[in-house]
């Protein structure tokens, strides 16, 4: 098996009457992954006892193949939660989807992009081709007045684009066949081998204190190795642990965190997560080794994020009497839904250890333990470029 992530995520639009804080981040990955990771943070504080798993560029993305279409307060609420420069955003969206999909990245991150429209609904020819030129975006026409053959039409694109792992994303109920004018698809597959590589013979069964309090049996995996790991904190003074596993070819890393005293809930540590967080780590990790358990897990989640996009100020394009999208159709249209399905699984799998990650393993001295054997976070991201493809919290693997 490999290690795999993946997404898909959608927005209705239909037919309708046409009436943040953070610190700025230097790339436009990371500034999208600022509002994914709001996002998140929202998911998580409503589900604390459950396994999350979310695609902060998902979300951006998708708001970003809408913004060609967007006029007025819908473009600007879409703007500001961005934090988009108002001039030429499509230059470095054009930039960034290039380079997380570059040869350098191939096998690693697939990024798909695909609008469904009505077939006769007027779209206009700007809108379709700075999307095409940005983000690569398919485009095809469906007939949505009979919803099962349009949600059987869409469903297999995405499972296609995610190789199988998400066979089904929307239901047939979720499109009016009166007024559903585009559906708008995102999906993200990213399958990656471990730099070093944990063996099968050292996965053992575990004790595991899960969110809910209950001590569970897991697989833990187990490897003496070189890692980046440091130790942060909250601006309360909360510590916790992060640990830095890379990918083969280094362009993409998981990083795990495990808030460091045991009664320390991992609700008190994942509002401080962002991008400017995770630049501050660089400066606390250091190489060191250790012997890192870490447990097997697959997440999965399905998330409606109209109310979190609502609560970070998107509001109008939900609001069929306000939704401005009056540069993507003649016909007046807003979104009235949101959606994103993501799946994770992590294993032992990797590359084949190499000769120097090998003789890391002679180890000369007794070294410390990280074991990940209470509820954590993880971030899949991209180095270059600092996007959070993925993000997560594991409260029972």
């Not at 943040?20 to 996002?39: H, N």
């Not at 030429?88 to 990024?111: C, E, F, N, W």
């Not at 001590?215 to 130790?231: C, F, H, R």
């Amino acid at each position: 098996m490999w290690h795999r992530s993946l997404l898909c995520f959608l927005l209705l639009l239909n037919v309708g009457v046409n009436e943040g804080d953070l610190s700025q981040a230097p790339t436009y990955g990371e500034r999208g992954s600022d509002l994914g990771l709001r996002v998140f943070q929202q998911v998580a504080r409503a589900r604390p006892q459950e396994n999350v798993v979310l695609s902060p560029h998902g979300v951006a993305s998708i708001l970003g193949m809408l913004l060609p279409g967007a006029y007025g307060e819908t473009r600007r609420q879409i703007f500001t939660a961005l934090r988009y420069k108002k001039n030429g955003p499509y230059k470095m969206l054009k930039k960034l989807h290039k380079t997380l999909t570059a040869r350098s990245s191939q096998g690693l991150v697939l990024i798909a992009n695909a609008l469904f429209s009505q077939r006769g609904f007027p779209m206009d020819e700007s809108f379709m081709a700075t999307n095409k030129a940005n983000f690569q975006c398919e485009s095809g026409a469906v007939d949505f007045t009979d919803p099962r053959a349009a949600a059987d039409l869409i469903n297999g694109w995405v499972s296609n684009k995610t190789k199988g792992h998400i066979p089904s994303l929307i239901e047939p109920d979720m499109l009016d066949p009166a007024l559903t004018r585009l559906v708008a698809v995102n999906s993200i597959y990213f399958k990656g081998m471990w730099k070093s590589r944990f063996q099968p013979e050292d996965t053992k069964m575990r004790a595991f204190t899960g969110g809910d309090g209950n001590t569970y049996k897991v697989p833990m995996m187990s490897q003496l190795s070189v890692y980046n790991v440091g130790q942060a904190s909250t601006p309360q003074g909360l510590k916790y642990k992060v640990v830095e596993l890379p990918y083969h070819g280094n362009t993409v890393s998981m990083l795990i965190v495990l808030p460091t005293e045991d009664d320390t809930p991992l609700s008190e540590v994942t509002p401080h997560i962002s991008t400017a967080a995770v630049q501050s780590w660089a400066q606390l990790m250091h190489q060191k080794k250790v012997r890192l358990l870490i447990p097997k897990f697959t997440a999965e989640a399905e998330v409606d994020l109209n109310a979190p996009l609502s609560a970070l100020g998107l509001t109008d394009m939900f609001a069929e009497g306000k939704a401005d999208f009056r540069h993507l159709s003649s016909e007046a249209v807003y979104v009235s839904k949101a959606l994103q399905k993501a799946k994770i699984e992590v294993n032992e799998d990797g590359t084949k250890a190499s000769a120097a990650t090998a003789a890391i393993l002679l180890a000369r001295s007794s070294p410390p333990w990280v074991i990940v054997d209470r509820p954590f976070l993880f971030l899949v991201r991209h180095n270059p470029t600092g996007t959070i493809l993925f993000a997560g919290q594991i409260n029972q693997p």
